[in-house]
């Protein structure tokens, strides 16, 4: 099943089942989405449920909190994680607080699902990946979804919750075809563990889970390293038991994230697994990730600002030997 | 009628006024700390628009403590409130600019100007396609007119046909910026004239106040629609207790509180044969005695435990209603 | 005078149309990546509003081939951008989207819509305060319109009075969505009349067009004000590359093409006898070759070389004026 | 001196110096700003550089840019760092990457002043440290004030720089008063070393710095234990070289900040030193940070959510006894 249409099946399914649930966002309803996650819904669920929003996306998220205090389960589309910069307040301020702020009387059963990450030559105004922003905020849940299983049941569980849930995608990811299933009790907080090793622990998520399997596939037939990939889902929390059981046995960790190295995602857990496991590490941890540069234009550039399979192979390769493997 | 309404009007405004000079008291002795904004001189404005209002969703800005004792949330859990107290109407976690009571529909003071526009605007939707009447008003200043989210606010509801009233104290100031220093329009009402009813009302004269409330409240319920107000107002204090307010001159602020808005109740009330100097000596004597007793609430409630710093942050669980 | 108009707005628009229709061949054979946004059928808005305007600042959306056209950046060096070649005005970093040349007061596509009005309020008011008398011309969408930001700009440079030219290109869609599913208000120029002059214009007709920034120019040059836009226009293409436009009737594009502005400007050059056959012949002949030698240009330029992924991303140097 | 007037003299000086320095910001001209760091500058130099303007913070640094793409050299002063919220995208998608999506054609000679941090029971929406928001971003600069030291030369310094810095100040510092004087050649760049000492490497910024400091010293008197504590003074870039020379010698390093632990600038720090030196360390690094949830109203539970000079206290010395100092 195509990535878009396990999301469109999920929210199909929460609208279907629950009247409370309602879609807004910038073109989701009459053009059914930008990138078609929403296509259909509009014609089957009528304009009051599935709302086409002004170009105002501090707003979009600001009226969808209103909505949520209300009760509905509003999910909100920002149509990409780059105009979330102009939704940050409502995130940060508004979303992540006030039910803190008010002793807990206050409950946001809301979602806002958006695209990130570095499609083609869309340059650095639409290629970032900006995950740590949701992710560094106390009051906030962020859950990734790097295939249709968890994209479909990651979608449904945070509509299902009464927290207020950011929900990222990729933006290369809708159009590829996965494997799907109906999953008993899919648990968005727990860490997948998508291939099994002995080496090395590598953790990722997003697209570049798939970049890491590739990666490792390779490792494995030309180098004889097993390595044991993590798909962490959820951002926020990070489920670092899974993580630290599977270091524990391979001594070893890699995080490959898209963003720029510094601050990304994978720093945290690069420092709190030296934190927590100093003494089970047979390596220093290795990070692989963008460069520290906006995404440039022209596609060589851009290829190298990012982590490829290529990259990702052959940098975990020269560490390891470098670190007796 | 007026006879009532001049009572209750009467109580509230000197129970805000009484309520938020003892604020002042407590602040300055320690008792409350942090960001104290006070509407000593807005008191018009604040009851006038939420009794008029009467039933459906109240968002404000920090400013808030008159219109939380006008909705009717119980004098010592603000005070406790204000006090960081665990008995307080937010557990001591919000403070003075974030009072929160959702069974009075009441959502609330904001300390970012203007995010509030917009949780305003996304209620009354949720409100109308839940089919209910009551709409929602939304409270903010002369100075959060000049923020991009007013706008989109005020684009939305009227682009969604949502019952919302805007209504916005126009006290001339935002902070030490005079009006004429932040907004090319002096008359803030032109902002929204395009998108939906607006007009201007005396924000001193409770009773206009409260005329107007109603009025723009059947037109939001009869037609779903949004409402515009600006209220002419002033700020006897400083912006907080952080602010003299000395940036603005003797003579003007004369001017203005030769128009205090509990003074001018009296005297009309009296003229009109509403109230008699007996009810309100009455009135008074009431009011000292909550403002009295909400303070000795304050003062022996307890701290928030310390598991409270944990708590509160997700509520962990899920709606079961999707399979 | 129009004479002379009539061919230079032909050529410019003739250069702006077959440019891109190129450019859709070129992105077709995967010479061009990204998102491609075509101004197809707004030629007479982005060469009349250029042309009209002369000197000064221009500030524009993510669809500005044909505005840098019209500005005389060379449609080599603009090809060779939207090719991501070392050679491209801003060395294949920026593609469509981010052309960019300071040397003539060229401040580029920006992809945020709205983010770009801001800043066109300051370099407008830079201008003036360093006493320099040519505006800025500021261009932008209907969909851009209902964006805070865009309001806080509009406030802004009125209360400021800088003299900034906000023209807005109502192609009545933001993407997908029609212009009545996004905006309260239908007439856009309604947004910003209360903040300064506002009028409306025919958006096909590059004379029409033409006059009115010329006079908007004058006004805001002579008064150091800012003026409004609201041009009527439509795109003949989809919103980019990846977008069919197919959420737009057949009958209501067939109408908007029956006003072509370029075959509106033949008609009429012709009629007035501003124009022969055979002159626009030539500059027919004239663009071909030009657009071809863009694209043999951009061809056989290098690609940047892997150094340049870090490079110009901070300048690192000071000023050295404060001691 | 006062951290304020630091403040105020550097602004002062470039403006007296360069006529193309303008501020602009609520409340910064007539009324001499919420924390009257521009006091006096708007009777000496005029409404037209000491710009008032609405409350409209991404138009703010919107209009700043503007102004700076012609060549004057504006310094914005965001009334907290709450507010640049506000302002994310004019800080992420136009200030860092206007230059780099031009191929280098464009300048942007722009400073963005704003304190941030805990001052007393302003409650979660006024409470907040956000660097790592700002620090993350390639194309931004990033410094920090911890005294009248490096806040008179690292603004000065920040405003005679021709690439845009977002200067971040501590509420709590303003009033502070700190020893002065004019220091040759003052490099925002490196790190400053406050504290020489053996055993172990404090980092920290902003106002953390003082609160290490005072903890530092219990550790001498009471423990034996001697600190060296390090002013990172820059966050982007971070002078990692100076961390580096410092753990070197004390094999141990802890990070103090008080933003969230997770995610925040020390999550960088921690992960970089264990990858660079992770034979060098004598022990796991030890964050002492901000607790992951809003800043809550009330005293008691204020302090509990950051560090103080007693926890930092506490916190080095058990864990260094665990880790065998
Ligand atoms: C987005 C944002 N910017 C700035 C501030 C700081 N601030 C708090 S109140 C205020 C003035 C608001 O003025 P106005 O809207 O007129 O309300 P008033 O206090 O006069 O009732 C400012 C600038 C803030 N809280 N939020
Ligand atoms: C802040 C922001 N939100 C959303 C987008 C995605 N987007 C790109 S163009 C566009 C439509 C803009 O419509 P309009 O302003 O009318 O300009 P037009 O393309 O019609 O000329 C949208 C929503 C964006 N680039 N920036
Ligand atoms: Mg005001
Ligand atoms: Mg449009």
């Given amino acids: 099943m195509l990535y878009r249409d396990a999301l469109n099946l999920a929210l199909d399914h929460a609208m279907e089942h629950d009247s409370r649930v309602v879609v807004l966002g910038e073109d989701v309803g009459f053009y059914g989405g930008n990138y078609k996650v929403t296509d259909g819904l509009y014609v089957k669920y009528g304009p009051k449920r599935v709302i086409d929003t002004p170009i105002a996306e501090n707003s979009i998220v600001g009226t969808a909190i209103g909505m949520a205090l209300m009760g509905l389960r509003p999910v909100a589309e920002i149509m990409t994680v780059n105009f979330a910069m102009l939704v940050m307040d409502q995130f940060v301020n508004q979303m992540a607080k006030l039910r803190y702020m008010s002793g807990g009387k206050l409950m946001l059963p809301l979602v806002v699902r958006m695209p990130q990450g570095v499609a083609k030559q869309l340059a650095s105004q639409h290629s970032q990946s900006l995950e740590h922003f949701f992710a560094s905020v106390p009051g906030l849940y962020v859950f990734s979804a790097s295939d249709s299983i968890s994209a479909y049941h990651g979608l449904l569980h945070a509509i299902r919750m009464d927290d207020p849930v950011v929900f990222l995608e990729h933006t290369l990811l809708y159009s590829m075809d996965f494997p799907f299933e109906y999953v008993r009790d899919f648990d968005p907080f727990r860490a997948r563990l998508l291939r099994e090793g002995q080496h090395i622990t590598v953790v990722s998520y997003l697209k570049m889970v798939h970049d890491v399997l590739k990666a490792c596939e390779w490792l494995e037939e030309r180098d004889g390293i097993s390595c044991e990939v993590i798909d962490l889902v959820s951002l926020r929390p990070i489920d670092f038991e899974t993580i630290y059981q599977s270091v524990k046995k391979t001594h070893r960790l890699v995080v490959v994230y898209e963003a720029p190295k510094t601050l990304g995602l994978g720093a945290e857990v690069s420092a709190r697994v030296c934190e927590e496991l100093f003494y089970f590490l047979d390596a220093p941890p290795l990070r692989i990730a963008g460069e520290e540069v906006p995404i440039p234009y022209n596609r060589k550039l851009e290829l190298m600002a990012i982590p490829t399979p290529e990259k990702i192979y052959s940098q975990i390769l020269s560490w390891s030997k470098s670190h007796g493997l | ?323």
Avoid at chain 2, 82 to 89: D, I, S, Y
Avoid at chain 2, 149 to 160: P, Q
């Fill in chain 2, 1 to 323: 009628m007026s006879q009532t309404l001049a009572e209750k009007f009467y109580y509230l405004m000197k129970l805000g006024r009484e309520f938020e000079i003892r604020c002042k008291e407590e602040y300055l002795k320690g008792n409350i700390s942090g960001f104290l904004h006070l509407a000593i001189g807005e008191e018009a404005v604040h009851v006038g628009a939420v009794v008029g209002f009467g039933k459906g969703d109240l968002f404000c800005p920090y400013r808030e403590h008159v219109l939380a004792l006008a909705r009717g949330i119980d004098p010592k859990l603000i005070m406790a409130e204000l006090f960081g107290k665990a008995t307080g109407v937010s557990k001591g976690k919000g403070g003075s600019m974030h009072l929160y009571e959702p069974k009075m529909d009441f959502y609330g003071g904001n300390a970012i100007v203007a995010a509030h526009l917009p949780h305003a605007v996304g209620a009354a939707y949720a409100r109308k396609l839940m089919g209910e009447k009551a709409g929602v008003l939304c409270i903010f200043g002369d100075g959060a007119t000049n923020n991009g989210t007013f706008f989109e606010a005020i684009n939305m509801a009227s682009l969604w046909e949502v019952p919302v009233l805007f209504l916005c104290e126009n006290n001339y100031y935002a902070i030490g910026t005079h009006i004429s220093r932040s907004s090319a329009l002096k008359e803030l009402y032109l902002k929204a004239r395009d998108y939906m009813p607006a007009e201007v009302v005396d924000g001193m004269d409770v009773f206009a106040v409260y005329e107007a409330v109603v009025r723009a409240k059947q037109y939001i319920e009869e037609y779903g629609k949004p409402y515009f107000i600006e209220a002419y107002t002033y700020r006897f204090e400083g912006h907080s207790m952080a602010d003299k307010g000395d940036y603005r001159s003797p003579r003007e602020i004369e001017m203005f509180r030769k128009r205090d808005p509990i003074n001018l109740l009296v005297e009309r009330s009296l003229r009109e044969g509403w109230l008699t100097e007996e009810q309100i000596r009455l009135i008074d004597q009431k009011v000292e005695a909550v403002v009295e007793e909400a303070v000795e609430f304050a003062l022996s409630s307890p701290e928030p435990s310390e598991e409270e710093l944990y708590t509160d942050l997700y509520c962990g669980v899920c709606s079961d209603v999707i399979p």
